[in-house]
């Protein structure tokens, strides 16, 4: 798979553009329920960036680190670093723009089995 650069620099994330973007990368990188959790909270604020650290996960930063990479590496995010700070935004326009409606939909299931797993 070729794999574009986000920013000129030795410092430049590799992320699939958007025609590399695959259904079956994306739903993988969202069965995992912490993957599900971050992006749950980056679409709160789809325009906002969040460093790693914003996020309190119930794993070591060694496993958080995969999870981000594994979300970058399917395309539901974006990485770029802010001095020595990895910043993380969901690629909204570019998930719509190839599966329109599929990303609100599975934000909404999360939402309503969020509830349920929360009431139960």
């Not at 906002?48 to 539901?76: M, N, Q, W, Y």
């Not at 690629?91 to 089995?113: K, V």
Request: proline share 4%; with cysteine; aromatic share 4%.
């Amino acid at each position: 798979m070729t794999l574009a650069a986000t920013a000129a620099g030795a410092r430049a994330l590799p992320h699939p553009t958007r025609a590399e973007i695959r259904l079956e990368g994306l739903l993988h990188a969202l069965s995992d329920p912490v993957r599900l959790r971050i992006v749950r909270e980056l679409a709160v604020d789809s325009d906002a960036l969040f460093s790693c650290s914003h996020f309190d996960l119930p794993v070591s930063k060694s496993t958080t680190t995969h999870h981000f990479r594994v979300l970058r590496e399917s395309g539901v995010i974006r990485q770029t670093y802010r001095g020595t700070a990895k910043m993380n935004g969901l690629r909204r326009d570019d998930l719509d723009a190839l599966f329109p409606g599929l990303l609100d939909a599975l934000l909404a299931a999360a939402a309503r089995q969020a509830a349920v797993v929360g009431s139960g």
